[in-house]
């Protein structure tokens, strides 16, 4: 069972930047990486996806402001949140995964990370 730990969250007004971390216990090297958000009475909603060959795909909505990347040697995956508007107030989790052509499948979760952003 690989346990994933997010870190980096908090309290920022709008325009600020965060820079979440999550760290896997064991070799993230054959996995897909995802980071997702969920706001109260919303939805999950995947925020951006890390294949194992370092492909990324992002939301339409955190696209130009929001980067995702991966380290292998340090079992990790960040994710750096430029800009933040309040609509990106959330609970954000990391997941690990099956890589399917663009997709990854979450197999294991974080237990995620508050972010609020302040009007």
């Known amino acids: 069972q690989m346990h994933l730990v997010e870190s980096g969250g908090g309290v920022v007004q709008a325009g600020g930047s965060l820079r979440l971390s999550c760290t896997a216990s064991e070799s993230i090297d054959g996995y897909g990486l995802g980071w997702y958000r969920q706001a109260p009475g919303k939805h999950l909603e995947l925020v951006a996806t890390v294949t194992h060959v370092a492909a990324y795909t992002y939301l339409d909505s955190v696209k130009g402001r929001f980067t995702a990347s991966r380290d292998n040697a340090k079992n990790a995956v960040f994710l750096e949140m430029n800009n933040l508007k309040p609509e990106d107030t959330a609970v954000y989790l990391c997941?690990?995964?099956?890589?399917?052509?663009?997709?990854?499948?979450?197999?294991?979760w974080g237990q995620g990370t508050q972010v609020t952003v302040s009007s």
């Open positions: 997941t690990a995964g099956i890589v399917s052509g663009e997709s990854v499948a979450p197999v294991y």
